[in-house]
């Protein structure tokens, strides 16, 4: 099973440039998180959303915007990319009572 | 807001055991998740403790105390494969909506 797809897996991208982080699962769950990980920062929350048709900010928004347009796809858009977005981008779902998240492999992205 | 805090770092020998504290203040907590990241990879659920006392996974377990805002992961008869980073977590905050984690506690066991 494919679980959840990011894709790209790694890109350098100029300052300044658009990107689209692009996130696919197949488990039909609701729920699902764009995190960005950095070192001794852990894992913040850009953006997250309920179900399809609504979204929501998390800790870390700005610079960073979501759509739902269905279950399966969760696309993270920077709009104009600045060296201090260089980070681990990790695409999650949430399924089950216990909350579980299920994570995506991870997108680098460097801005340069 | 919500907050988890953990230790940054931990060491400990190969066969003994470790562990790894995490204290909170949320509003309207539900429960404690905890999670394990290798280097390069991506962060695998280990276990969810809704009510207080120890839950037992194999050579891990952890424990809740929602009285004291805590809880703790246990790893037990640690193995090298075990050196990773975990990460506490408050699955349903935010009024049920978000996920918030720890900064994660960096595991180094040596031999």
């Known amino acids: 099973t494919a679980g959840i797809t990011q894709a790209p897996t790694s890109q350098i991208l100029a300052a300044g440039r658009s990107m689209t982080l692009r996130c696919t699962q197949d488990?039909?769950?609701?729920?699902m998180y764009w995190y960005r990980q950095d070192l001794g920062l852990g894992l913040r929350l850009i953006h997250y959303?309920?179900?399809?048709?609504?979204?929501g900010k998390g800790e870390v928004p700005d610079g960073y915007s979501v759509s739902r347009a269905n279950t399966d796809d969760f696309p993270l858009t920077l709009a104009s990319a600045v060296p201090s977005q260089t980070s681990v981008y990790f695409c999650?779902?949430?399924?089950?009572?216990?909350?579980?998240?299920?994570f995506g492999e991870g997108s680098r992205l460097t801005v340069l | 807001g919500q907050s988890l805090e953990q230790p940054s770092e931990v060491t400990a020998v190969e066969g003994a055991i470790v562990q790894i504290n995490c204290t909170y203040q949320?509003?309207?907590?539900?429960?404690l998740s905890w999670y394990q990241q290798h280097d390069g990879g991506a962060p695998t659920f280990l276990s969810y403790?809704?009510?207080?006392g120890l839950e037992e996974t194999g050579r891990f377990s952890s424990f809740l105390s929602r009285s004291d805002s805590y809880g703790y992961l246990l790893l037990q008869e640690l193995q090298m494969k075990d050196s990773a980073s975990y990460f506490c977590?408050?699955?349903?905050?935010?009024?049920?909506?978000?996920?918030?984690f720890g900064i994660g506690t960096k595991l180094q066991v040596i031999p």
């Open positions: 999650a779902t949430k399924g089950g009572d216990t909350g579980e998240l299920f």
């Open positions: 949320t509003s309207g907590f539900y429960g």
């Open positions: 488990m039909r769950h609701n729920a």
């Open positions: 977590a408050d699955p349903h905050s935010g009024g049920y909506q978000k996920v918030t």
């Open positions: 403790n809704a009510l207080d």
């Open positions: 959303s309920n179900t399809a048709g609504t979204t």
